[in-house]
């Protein structure tokens, strides 16, 4: 962490942690809508191909016979995702149960990337000629949201197709307030307000959890490593902030681990519980 | 912090991996484990009836040695009967034979008696002329007295 901090010291803490703060980009167009996070992009595809390289061949390998260890780690894994959409969806579908576990291992290893510390990435990408690099996914609102627009397609998508257009369409008016003749369609635009709300809501949720706990996990961390920004050997402060910088980081260290953990959880039980609403009748 | 392109991105690369993992790796795991778990039950199940036949055995063992310890014990006792009966027959045999040489003896011994008597008698009426002549000093014709001397002897 000193190494960078040292570089950054010429701008004080408020241009380091602007800098850490600040995404890898590239305009393709003109205008703010068309920048891609080069950073965020290029982290969640590494670690695409590491969840991909992990379980694809895993599946392959994977026999009735007795599995080694690794192998039985991850059928843990899968078995454990697989009964808990067994228990919370009831319908048939191919494919809510691998994209539940696609949600929990991707999300989980975008969180872990909050683990690794803060400076060591950027540190390496500036030594590759990167001016930023900002390495966990989620603590970018594009991908949380990114997640929950597929999230949000997929649960229109499971609605039609288990419930039909007619009663898709109709269940817009009709609930959740019920009622008979004309009572019923002064409750219409009502019903109709109300499904636009939670249709909102649920995406809107799912995503800025995420983010939230994973943005302020990110911003702890900085401002951790910020203890000792600018700091030298003759300052006797060092001395203090150094193991007080080690002790906050390795608590952070573990909760963090925790929330990691958990948000990935929790995203990935919402998103099976919105899907699995989605294709029962009110 | 703004959103941008990358958002489309991010949704497009979860829903793509989310269906290459539905395509590729999904149906391979699940084959896999509900196999598995096809022969672990399987695998119970054999031990469990394995476990019955066992405990079958056992009580059918059980049974036989019981039915064998009382056939040997019914053997056991037919041939102490047999044994009994054997020993009074040989009991018997000897009773008899004994019986039958002690009716010889006695026989024999009766025979015997007779012809010492007989001869004792024949001799009784030599020893009483004897004896009267030495009294009488001269001797008794034995034809004379024949019919004393025999009338003597068979009172002897």
Same mark, same amino acid.
């Given at each position: 962490m000193s190494g960078s901090a040292e570089q950054a010291a010429g701008g004080g803490m408020t241009e380091y942690i602007h800098h850490h703060l600040h995404n890898l980009q590239w305009h393709v167009g003109a205008g703010p809508f068309w920048v891609i996070n080069i950073d965020t992009v290029g982290?969640? !595809?590494?670690?695409?191909?590491?969840?991909?390289?992990? =379980?694809?061949?895993?599946?392959?390998?994977?026999?009735?016979?007795?599995?080694?260890?690794?192998?039985?780690?991850?059928?843990?894994?899968?078995?454990?995702?697989?009964? !808990?959409?067994?228990?919370?969806?009831?319908?048939?579908?191919?494919? *809510?149960?691998?994209?539940?576990?696609?949600?929990?291992?991707?999300?989980?290893? %975008?969180?872990? %990337?909050?683990?690794?510390?803060?400076? !060591?990435?950027p540190l390496l990408g500036r030594e590759a000629g990167l001016p930023y690099l900002r390495v966990v996914p989620t603590a970018d609102l594009n991908t949380t949201v990114g997640m929950a627009l597929?999230? =949000?397609? !997929? *649960?229109?998508?499971?609605?039609?197709?288990?419930?039909?257009?007619?009663?898709?369409?109709?269940?817009?008016?009709?609930?959740?307030?019920?009622?008979?003749?004309?009572?019923?369609?002064l409750l219409a635009p009502i019903n109709f307000l109300l499904r636009l709300i939670e249709e909102v809501v649920r995406p809107g949720s799912l995503s800025l959890r995420l983010f939230g706990n994973m943005y302020a996990g990110e911003l702890i961390f900085i401002l951790i490593a910020t203890m000792t920004l600018g700091a030298g050997l003759g300052h006797g402060m060092t001395y203090v902030m150094g193991p007080v910088q080690f002790f906050s980081g390795f608590v952070w260290t573990l909760f963090d681990l925790l929330v990691a953990l958990l948000q990935a959880f929790i995203f990935m039980m919402l998103t099976v519980v919105y899907l699995?609403?989605?294709?029962?009748?009110? | 912090m703004n959103i941008n392109l990358t958002l489309i991105i991010q949704a497009l690369v979860l829903f793509a991996v989310a269906l290459i993992m539905m395509k590729y790796a999904w149906p391979a795991f699940m084959a896999a484990i509900e196999e598995r778990q096809k022969r672990i039950a399987e695998g119970l199940a054999a031990?469990? $009836?394995?476990?019955?036949?066992?405990?079958?055995?056992?009580?059918?063992?059980?049974?036989?040695? &019981?039915?064998?310890?009382?056939?040997?014990?019914?053997?056991?006792?037919?041939?102490?009967?047999?044994?009994?009966?054997?020993?009074?027959?040989?009991?018997?045999?000897?009773?008899?034979?004994?019986?039958?040489?002690?009716?010889?003896?006695?026989?024999?011994?009766?025979?015997?008696?007779?012809?010492?008597?007989?001869?004792?008698?024949?001799?009784?009426?030599?020893?009483?002329?004897?004896?009267? $002549? &030495?009294?009488?000093?001269?001797?008794?014709d034995a034809g004379t007295h024949r019919q004393m001397l025999d009338q003597l002897a068979a009172e002897i």
């Open positions: 982290v969640t !595809l590494v670690l695409v191909a590491i969840f991909l390289g992990v =379980f694809i061949p895993a599946a392959r390998r994977a026999h009735a016979g007795v599995p080694g260890r690794f192998q039985a780690f991850v059928e843990m894994v899968v078995i454990g995702v697989d009964e !808990l959409v067994r228990e919370t969806f009831h319908g048939s579908s191919k494919l *809510i149960a691998p994209l539940a576990l696609t949600i929990f291992v991707l999300v989980f290893l %975008m969180n872990f %990337m909050d683990i690794i510390p803060v400076d !060591l990435l597929t999230v =949000f397609v !997929l *649960i229109q998508y499971f609605g039609l197709k288990h419930k039909g257009p007619r009663l898709f369409f109709k269940e817009m008016f009709t609930a959740p307030l019920h009622a008979h003749g004309f009572a019923a369609v699995s609403m989605a294709a029962e009748q009110h | 031990a469990e $009836s394995a476990r019955a036949e066992l405990r079958d055995a056992d009580a059918r063992v059980a049974e036989e040695i &019981k039915a064998a310890r009382q056939q040997a014990a019914e053997i056991i006792d037919r041939a102490q009967h047999q044994a009994n009966l054997l020993l009074d027959k040989a009991r018997e045999d000897a009773v008899a034979e004994m019986q039958r040489y002690k009716t010889a003896a006695e026989t024999e011994i009766a025979a015997a008696t007779a012809r010492a008597r007989e001869e004792l008698s024949a001799r009784v009426g030599e020893l009483v002329v004897a004896g009267a $002549s &030495k009294i009488l000093q001269r001797e008794v």
